[in-house]
Each structure stands twice: as structure tokens, then as C-alpha cells.
């Protein structure tokens, strides 16, 4: 399975692909959905995005901006 390298990887470059950067997020979190989606709870969700977010030095808003299947987020 993809870590987060991977993730961080996927989502770096001048102009990052949506479907490139949401498919690896996708492959990395959706085995852990439960867990993130009970964020209010154990805070698992907000912690990941902030570790992708500060070791991969990638812009704040980037996976809200690029990565949503419907209103809710992503669909795994």
C-alpha cells in the first residue's frame, strides 16, 4: 500500500493532476475511512492532512480544491 511519500509525490509539481494526486490520497486513506471520517472523535483526519501537508510542503487547501467526489468528499 501507498504511504505517504507516495501521496506527497503524486501531489508535487508545478501544476499537480487532480487525478493523479486523488488517486494516490485515495489509495493511501480509503483503508482507514472509518477511522478519518470520525475526525470529530479521534482527530485522525485532521492529523494526516496536516503530516501530508507539512512534510510535503504542499500547499494549504490543495486536497479540498483538487479532491471531492460529492459534497461530502471523496468516495472510496
Do not use: W
Request: hydrophobic share 35%.
Amino acid at each position: 500500500m501507498p504511504g505517504v511519500r507516495t501521496v506527497i509525490d503524486s501531489c508535487r509539481a508545478p501544476q499537480p493532476s487532480a487525478r493523479r494526486c486523488c488517486g494516490a490520497l485515495k489509495t493511501f486513506a480509503c483503508p482507514y475511512r472509518d477511522l478519518l471520517n470520525d475526525n470529530a472523535n479521534n482527530g485522525c483526519a485532521s492529523e494526516m492532512f496536516y503530516e501530508i501537508i507539512a512534510r510535503g510542503r504542499l500547499p494549504p487547501g490543495l486536497f479540498s480544491y483538487l479532491c471531492h467526489d460529492d459534497a461530502v468528499g471523496l468516495q472510496c
